[in-house]
Each structure stands twice: as structure tokens, then as C-alpha cells.
């Protein structure tokens, strides 16, 4: 049997639509990349701080606590023998037990207190039992006070 040429035909219109419905499917585009996006394997550019955000972080550094040493120095002559001792409210100290002052002279005892922020509220002790008369001692952190306590 030979073809005939009316099965080409037929054929041929078969395979008519099926051309047709890949030719209403729009073709896919490649979408060149925009010349101000990073490249993946860059890292994106830093922002540029504007007036109000060089503002913003002054403003956030003066809220931020202050830590400095505070020393403290009492000038009084507790006699030979004796120690003086510090009490209260800051850093290495309780109300419940003293720390001892060095003594630097006869008559000055000193003390260096850690970084704070917070004002220090101290009082002085002899030997650790007898207590100065008076009210607490308010010092500000980062000072060097000299204190006269009366016993």
C-alpha cells in the first residue's frame, strides 16, 4: 500500500493544533539584573548615617552608663591599734559586714571603690563595731571626697 497524499494531510492537521497551542504560550524572557543591585557574592553597601541618626546614637551614648573608680579618703586619727572600716551601698560593700581602709598617714585612711554609676551611701565604723555619728555619707561615682567622720 502506498501513502496517499490526503493521510499527509491529515496528518499534518493533527499535528496543526497542537504547534499552535506552543505558539500562545508566551516565551520566557531573561530579565537582565538591575545595575544598582548587589552582585550574590557581594555584600550590600553600608548605610550612610544621616544627620538625625549621627543625632540618635550621641543621644544613646550619653544615656549609657558611666563606670569609674571612686576613692575615698577619711581624715581622722582612730588611734594605734585600731582599723577603720567601711559599710553601705556600692560596689564591694554591705551593710552587714566593713571593709577595712588602708592607712596612708596617722590621720588618713583610704579606700578605692570599683566602677559604678550609681552614688555610693556609706558609713565609717572603728574596728568594725563602732559606728560614726551622723547621717550616711552620699559620695558620687567617679569622685575623691575627703570625709572628717565623728565618733
Same mark, same amino acid.
Given at each position: 500500500?502506498?501513502?496517499?497524499?490526503?493521510?499527509?494531510?491529515q496528518t499534518a492537521a493533527k499535528a496543526a493544533p497542537a504547534r499552535e497551542?506552543?505558539?500562545?504560550?508566551? %516565551?520566557?524572557?531573561?530579565?537582565?539584573?538591575?545595575?544598582?543591585?548587589?552582585?550574590?557574592?557581594?555584600?550590600?553597601?553600608?548605610?550612610?548615617?544621616? %544627620?538625625?541618626?549621627?543625632?540618635?546614637?550621641?543621644?544613646?551614648?550619653?544615656?549609657?552608663?558611666?563606670?569609674? *573608680?571612686?576613692?575615698?579618703?577619711?581624715?581622722?586619727?582612730?588611734? /594605734? &591599734?585600731?582599723?577603720?572600716?567601711?559599710?553601705?551601698? &556600692?560596689?564591694?560593700?554591705?551593710?552587714?559586714?566593713?571593709? %577595712?581602709?588602708?592607712?596612708?598617714?596617722?590621720?588618713?585612711?583610704?579606700?578605692?571603690?570599683? &566602677? *559604678?554609676?550609681? %552614688?555610693?551611701?556609706?558609713? /565609717?565604723?572603728?574596728?568594725?563595731?563602732?559606728?560614726?555619728?551622723?547621717?550616711?555619707? *552620699?559620695?558620687?561615682p567617679g569622685s575623691s571626697v575627703v570625709l572628717s567622720p565623728t565618733f
Open positions: 500500500m502506498k501513502k496517499t497524499p490526503a493521510k499527509k494531510t497551542a506552543a505558539k500562545a504560550v508566551a %516565551p520566557v524572557r531573561k530579565v537582565a539584573p538591575s545595575k544598582k543591585a548587589a552582585p550574590a557574592n557581594r555584600a550590600a553597601p553600608a548605610i550612610k548615617k544621616t %544627620p538625625i541618626a549621627k543625632k540618635a546614637a550621641v543621644r544613646a551614648a550619653a544615656l549609657e552608663p558611666v563606670y569609674q *573608680t571612686t576613692t575615698i579618703v577619711a581624715a581622722i586619727d582612730v588611734g /594605734f &591599734g585600731n582599723t577603720l572600716t567601711l559599710r553601705g551601698e &556600692g560596689p564591694g560593700l554591705s551593710w552587714e559586714r566593713g571593709v %577595712p581602709l588602708e592607712c596612708a598617714t596617722g590621720d588618713l585612711w583610704t579606700i578605692t571603690l570599683p &566602677g *559604678t554609676a550609681h %552614688p555610693i551611701v556609706c558609713k /565609717f565604723l572603728i574596728n568594725d563595731a563602732i559606728w560614726c555619728v551622723g547621717d550616711d555619707y *552620699t559620695v558620687l
